[in-house]
């Protein structure tokens, strides 16, 4: 099993921290199908230490998901340590550090992959969460900012040096984005190298898979993003389930945690999003989405699963 610091996981595999997707119901839901951890979507450091509503809410959680990690992300050291210091009122598991986001809105703003290209900077950021957080710290990046410039061992030296307690890598640079594929080798390469454990990301879509790409790059840990999405079976060995009852049980174990936890009409189209990707690879299940998505109300979502489930249906995916 994964051992960050002090905490053991019983499971390598983890739940990334998905922006609009990595909710508390759908971390609670992974770690009932096997994630070891989960990890928050990306936390704002200027928003949390203005204490934003939306912000805080996206901060809930649950005893029954620990561990957890907290991601933050931005460039001002002094303002990132602030933010740790907050997080810990809010019993995180580890605090990890958004150093890999490709997204304009993020690096723009010299967060995210940006912090690649500034390693002085993202070492006096990791400094300054360290000495404020209660708990570990890790670090997610990817493999360097384009293919000419893979900073990845410079960049895992770093935090190694800065008492990060392990480093995720995404095998990709900031400028493929989430386009092209995930380069294991170099992952492999950067763990061959390290003296912290090396968690591998990028384009795991099954339990099987990622115990291939461990084996391969020998990572300690392998991080599950949009594989995870309509496919918390992925966190399990058993796999994705061949029938669509089997795949109904998950849906509405999902549909449960969403209307404990959230605003069920209000956010209705996000529900229906995450519903929505359940139903692929199966004969008859473009009709399905279409379906989940004219619900008008999550009363009537809730109705046309049960609905489904009531067929006895014995669809198997193709």
């Avoid at 493999?143 to 000419?148: A, K, M, R, S, V």
Wanted: glycine letters at 10%; a neutral charge.
């Amino acid at each position: 099993m994964l051992q960050i610091a002090g905490l053991s996981l019983n499971s390598p595999f983890i739940l990334a921290p998905l922006a609009g997707y990595s909710d508390l119901p759908f971390r609670l839901l992974c770690r009932e199908y096997g994630a070891g951890l989960v990890v928050s979507e990306m936390i704002s450091c200027h928003a949390l230490l203005y204490r934003q509503t939306k912000t805080l809410k996206m901060l809930a959680s649950s005893p029954a998901e620990q561990p957890v990690a907290f991601q933050l992300f931005g460039a001002d050291p002094e303002i990132m340590g602030e933010a740790a210091a907050i997080l810990n009122d809010f019993s995180p598991s580890l605090i990890d550090i958004n150093m890999g986001c490709p997204v304009r809105k993020v690096t723009k703003r010299g967060a995210g992959s940006a912090l690649m290209k500034d390693i002085r900077l993202a070492e006096q950021i990791i400094s300054a969460v360290m000495r404020k957080s209660k708990v570990p710290v890790t670090v997610k990046t990817r493999l360097g900012t384009d293919q000419q410039t893979m900073t990845a061992v410079q960049f895992t030296k770093m935090c190694e040096g800065a008492g990060v307690s392990a480093l995720t890598v995404h095998g990709r640079t900031w400028s493929q984005g989430f386009s092209g594929n995930a380069d294991w080798e170099l992952i492999r390469q950067v763990k061959e190298l390290a003296a912290i454990p090396i968690i591998g990301n990028g384009d795991i879509s099954s339990y099987n898979q990622g115990i291939s790409r461990m084996e391969e790059s020998r990572c300690d840990g392998i991080m599950v993003g949009r594989g995870a999405l309509g496919n918390p079976w992925v966190f399990s060995p058993q796999g994705r389930p061949q029938s669509l009852p089997e795949i109904l049980a998950g849906v509405t174990r999902h549909l449960e945690l969403m209307e404990q936890y959230l605003e069920t009409d209000r956010v209705l189209a996000y529900i229906k999003n995450q519903i929505g990707r359940y139903f692929s690879q199966f004969a008859g299940s473009s009709r399905i989405r279409q379906s989940v998505h004219d619900c008008g109300t999550f009363s009537i979502l809730k109705d046309f699963i049960s609905s489904l489930a009531g067929d006895g249906a014995q669809n198997h995916c193709e």
